[in-house]
């Protein structure tokens, strides 16, 4: 009888050995390394934990609430995850939101992210978060506040959607712009 116990000993000891390479590679394939120094530091994901407050710019005039803030070795990482979304490539619009994470955490946390990770349902991307990024962030929002200021009415022409998807217009906040009631 005591082998018996001594052999499921071994195979539980075996099977935990295995289960944490297998944590150990998966965390370094999304950009995490070693989840022994991860802790996460914020989370926005609903449920019925505690509602983080939104990160805030007076700068930029930007708010917003990254999915989760997670401070590595390398220092802070603003994480989104869009669960449904199939790409092989990042879109462009989850690039600049994750950007704008990033210069939130600059902003309101007074400290830089190393990077950001953005997931979807197969493939986790890691972003670096560098002068280039936050240039062309800086620009689409600049962008964005012209758009926003933009006077339709006064018969100029307004840029035709760069998507095809009638659905995001339906849920977009500037959907005012496009066809004012």
Partial sequence: MGWLLALAAAVLLLVAWGLARWSKKAANEVGLGSLARIQVVYADTGGWEKVEKPLHSEQYRLVGKPDYILRTKQGLVAVE?????????????????LAAYCLL????????????????????????????????????????RDLENYPASLGGELPEPQHDMTSRCQNCGFRYVCWPE
Avoid: C, H, I
């Fill in 81 to 97: 995850v869009k669960p449904t979304r199939r790409a092989s490539q990042p879109y462009e619009s989850d690039l600049m939101q």
């Fill in 105 to 144: 955490l600059e902003e309101d946390w007074g400290e830089s992210p190393a990077y950001g990770l953005l997931r979807y349902a197969e493939n986790t991307f890691r972003v670096e978060w560098d002068e280039t990024l936050k240039t062309e962030l800086l620009e689409v929002l600049a962008e964005m």
